[in-house]
């Protein structure tokens, strides 16, 4: 039992030693007698005890590398805190294990030196508007420099981007100013327009009230030269008739009478009302010798 004991361990040891299952997510660096060998990749794998061993292991997924926050001066010289987050894969386990000792920690270190050079060509305000544009570049810089590690970077991103203390009072106090300013512009923008609507509603109703004057004016003219052109055409009319009484029989002795009456008449109007009577006020009553002097003169006539 012992013999078949030993036996069995032995064994055992052998096929672990022969043995090598490599899982889906990894590839494996195979050396014999301290020489590359092979690339394993997934599967199984058979190896020579003594001569043969895994060198190096490598995980084949895709990896997020963490940025440390670094200080960077932008183009406009403020001090900004920034980190990120670097994703890669490695692509050739061979140069990934030959061709650099860490190739985790030389993407780390590039990366912050390709962000601090980016950075420092953009100003503060760019930093955050050329977000996108500036994790492409940084992607192209480090993906250049790496190729000879066995790694692809895939993307690059910016997570924090933080101005100091300093720097933020700063900003703050100026977008204060800037809103205080803007503020100022609307009101004065509005008070602007309130008087301009106030003087052009003053103009408009200037210019209603002269048109209003204007039509008023023109109709009362329109109306007294109405009433001229109706009394003229009256008065020419009487004066028709007038003189076609005048040129019959008896017409010239109607007509001194009826101018005697009117004379009569009118002065005794006016003796009513006058404060001051220059004439006697009996003179009212001369219409009525006129009148008995016309009827005297008819009826000599008649006979």
Not at 17 to 42: A, H, Q, W
Request: net charge negative; glycine share 6%; hydrophobic share 45%.
């Amino acid at each position: 039992m012992t013999f078949l004991t030993i036996l069995a361990g032995l064994f055992l040891i052998f096929v672990y030693l022969t043995v090598l299952i490599v899982p889906m997510r990894e590839s494996v660096i195979i050396e014999r007698l301290g020489k590359f060998l092979k690339v394993g990749g997934p599967g199984l794998h058979i190896l020579w005890p003594i001569l043969d061993r895994v060198a190096y292991r490598h995980d084949t997924r895709e990896q997020v590398l963490d940025i440390p926050p670094q200080s960077c001066i932008s183009r406009d010289n403020i001090q900004i805190e920034v980190d990120g987050l670097v994703y890669l894969k490695v692509v050739d386990p061979a140069l990934a294990s030959y061709g650099i000792a860490n190739y985790r920690l030389a993407a780390i270190n590039l990366a912050q030196t390709t962000m601090r050079s980016e950075v420092g060509k953009l100003t503060l305000s760019e930093t955050f508007s050329e977000r996108e544009s500036l994790n492409d570049r940084i992607v192209e810089e480090i993906d250049a420099a790496s190729k000879s590690w066995g790694i692809k970077v895939l993307r690059y991103e910016v997570m924090n981007i933080e101005p100091s203390v300093h720097v933020v009072t700063t900003l703050e106090k100026q977008m204060e100013a800037e809103r205080e300013k803007r503020a100022e512009i609307t009101l004065a923008t509005a008070e602007k327009e309130s008087r301009i609507n106030l003087s052009e509603g003053d103009r408009q109703f200037a210019i209603n009230i002269s048109e209003g004057e204007k039509q008023k004016q023109i109709n009362e003219a329109m109306g007294k030269g109405q009433k001229i052109s109706l009394i003229a055409a009256a008065t020419a009319e009487g004066m028709t008739m007038v003189a076609e009484s005048v040129n019959q029989l008896g017409g010239t002795q109607a007509l001194k009478l009826k101018l005697i009456e009117q004379f009569v008449d009118e002065l005794g109007e006016i003796l009513k009302s006058a404060d001051i009577s220059v004439l006697p006020a009996e003179m009212a009553h001369v219409k009525g010798i006129f009148e008995g002097m016309g009827q005297v003169s008819t009826e000599m006539k008649k006979r």
